[in-house]
């Protein structure tokens, strides 16, 4: 029985900081981020948005063609959780009126937990095929101010559907696995940012891709020419390339140039390039760029390499389906990245340094451009969402100019009706 992919959708913040801005602001060439890192742009997510608003959004557009009631159990994957008890997924649950029958539940390892979910979700409708899981992977990634780490920020979600009716991607069951004890990226409660030893993370991340790789194919017999694309978890976009070709020469390929090489990664890096890191959202961002590109991909095999620092790995592969394209949200994401307002240096010096107030009185967060929900504020210590109703008219003449935080609009309140 096929299980896998049925719908998949992604969401972003309404504003990015342009890296050419912020290498100006740090005396470096800009080159170093746009081709030493391969990043371009990443997502800065507002005062008013956490992962909660981001996961609901992205899982609204997903499950506009699936039955509600079809949804079994929703599983919530982050490293920027925003309490230790209660579930994002129940949070999203709640913001889409799912039925009360779901199971929710929140699951953590760094960037891998949303592949921890995925295959989860696979052994669930295997077992159970009449239903489906709704998984949500949603992250901010955020490190010191002015450290190396700055330039590979991010922030935003993926949501999928995962059921025995994959419209877009079968996934096949084995996988190569692999985890260490490692110190290479971690976040303790206290703190705000990541703490990072930036080069080991790196060398550890390609050790992991070697050992789920032998794994892999211990566990499968399938070698590299198996696959015909392949995604990575992509920290900033030049790391899946360096791992791409770090694979080949592990795996001793021959016939392949390095443009050969390059091709079967450079789909799934563009969209990736706009929003920086997105943790355990990153891989599927990926995926859904190279599932949109203008290649032709029914029948093909993809290869996917998931990555979470600490540190877990997980290599899988699966099958794109006949007639994928019907089922994607092609046009929805590309006006998503391209209507973004660009911020200036200031206005993302003071949205990185915004703190929700932590005394438990009633605090309206400031309101700035979101998408279909907003975190409205905080009262007795609990987060009070929202639901904007009316579609907030992106500013176009905005779009393409730095704004100012005294530009924030307001107005944009009047239609949102609470649900918390
Ligand atoms: P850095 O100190 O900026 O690194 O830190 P660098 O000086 O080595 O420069 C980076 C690249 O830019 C190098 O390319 C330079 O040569 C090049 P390479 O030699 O490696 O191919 N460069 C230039 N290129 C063009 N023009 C120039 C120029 N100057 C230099 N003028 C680092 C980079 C990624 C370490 C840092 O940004 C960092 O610590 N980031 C956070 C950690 C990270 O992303 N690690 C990745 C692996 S771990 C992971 O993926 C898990 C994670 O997602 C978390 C989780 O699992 O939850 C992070």
Redesign the pocket.
């Known amino acids: 029985m096929k299980a896998g992919i049925e719908a998949i959708s992604f969401y972003v913040p309404k504003y990015y900081l342009d890296l050419k801005t912020l290498a100006a602001e740090r005396g470096i060439?800009h080159?170093?981020y746009y081709?030493?890192?391969g990043q371009e742009k990443m997502a800065i997510v507002p005062p008013d948005e956490d992962v909660v608003t981001m996961g609901a959004s992205a899982a609204l557009r997903a499950m506009e063609k699936v039955n509600p009631a079809s949804i079994d159990t929703v599983l919530f994957a982050t490293?920027s959780g925003i309490d230790q008890s209660k579930s994002a997924a129940v949070y999203v649950h709640g913001l889409l009126d799912l039925p009360s029958h779901c199971k929710c539940v929140e699951l953590k390892q760094?960037?891998?937990s949303g592949t921890a979910g995925l295959l989860m979700a696979l052994a669930m409708v295997r077992q159970q095929p009449a239903k489906k899981v709704l998984l949500v992977a949603s992250d901010i990634a955020r490190?010191g101010f002015g450290t190396?780490?700055e330039?590979?920020q991010g922030g935003g979600a993926v949501a999928m559907v995962l059921s025995t009716e994959p419209h877009l991607m079968a996934i096949d069951p084995q996988n190569g696995s692999y985890s260490d004890d490692v110190m290479?990226?971690w976040r303790p409660n206290y703190m705000e940012e990541?703490l990072?030893d930036?080069?080991y993370?790196?060398k550890?991340?390609v050790k992991a891709l070697t050992e789920c790789w032998n794994q892999y194919v211990r566990e499968t017999g399938h070698d590299f020419d198996y696959f015909d694309w392949f995604c990575y978890?992509l920290?900033?976009t030049?790391?899946g390339e360096?791992a791409h070709m770090h694979l080949a020469k592990y795996a001793d390929v021959h016939g392949y140039t390095k443009a050969q090489l390059m091709e079967q990664i450079a789909a799934s890096l563009r969209y990736n390039r706009q929003t920086g890191?997105l943790?355990t959202a990153?891989l599927y961002v990926g995926l859904t760029s190279l599932l949109e590109s203008p290649a032709e991909l029914a029948g093909s095999r993809l290869g996917l390499f998931s990555?979470?620092?600490g540190c877990v790995g997980m290599f899988f592969g699966g099958q794109v389906m006949e007639n994928y394209q019907a089922h994607l949200k092609t046009s929805d994401h590309q006006h998503m990245l391209q209507d973004r307002i660009e911020l200036d240096y200031p206005t993302y010096r003071k949205m990185y340094g915004y703190r929700l107030p932590q005394d438990g009185q009633q605090h309206d967060t400031p309101v700035y451009h979101t998408g279909p929900f907003r975190l409205a504020g905080i009262n007795e210590h609990k987060r009070i969402y929202t639901a904007v109703q009316a579609e907030i008219e992106a500013d176009t003449d905005a779009k393409n100019q730095c704004i100012r935080s005294e530009q924030h609009r307001p107005e944009n309140t009047k239609h949102m009706v609470s649900v918390a």
């Open positions: 060439d080159a170093k081709n030493g890192l490293e760094a960037c891998c490190y190396a780490g330039p590979t290479d990226f990541a990072v930036g080069k993370s790196i550890v991340y978890h920290p900033f030049r790391m360096k890191n943790y990153s990555y979470g620092s």
